[in-house]
């Protein structure tokens, strides 16, 4: 293996190492992350539901209000991706005042 080589494996190693550690901080705060989401995101967020780019903005809205510390070691594109993966828990099961999402 050369150095390059070498450099490569290390910086992927680091880079799983900080990938662990930003979702370890994103659940740390996830239930501020659903309250953001549910209390102001949730009317836009339930419209929204069913189109990617607009949940990817909302996505990006949320991030840019996270705590500072949360924003230092979790970068956007990380955050969103997690989102993504963790959109049905995110919204509502019922919005106020109608049926269940999705129905």
Not at 11 to 17: A, E, I, L, N, T
Not at 19 to 45: D, M, Y
Not at 54 to 70: D, N, Q, R, S
Request: charged share 20%.
């Amino acid at each position: 293996m050369d150095w390059k080589e070498k450099l490569q494996s290390a910086r992927d190693s680091g880079q799983k190492v900080f990938n662990r550690q930003s979702q370890l901080l994103i659940e740390e705060h996830w239930p501020q992350i659903q309250t953001l989401f549910q209390e102001k995101v949730g009317p836009a967020a339930l419209a929204a539901a069913q189109d990617d780019s607009k949940m990817e903005a909302l996505f990006k809205i949320v991030y840019a209000v996270l705590p500072g510390p949360v924003k230092l070691v979790v970068n956007e594109g990380a955050f969103v991706q997690f989102c993504f993966s963790h959109r049905a828990d995110l919204l509502p099961a019922t919005p106020p005042g109608g049926s269940p999402a999705g129905t």
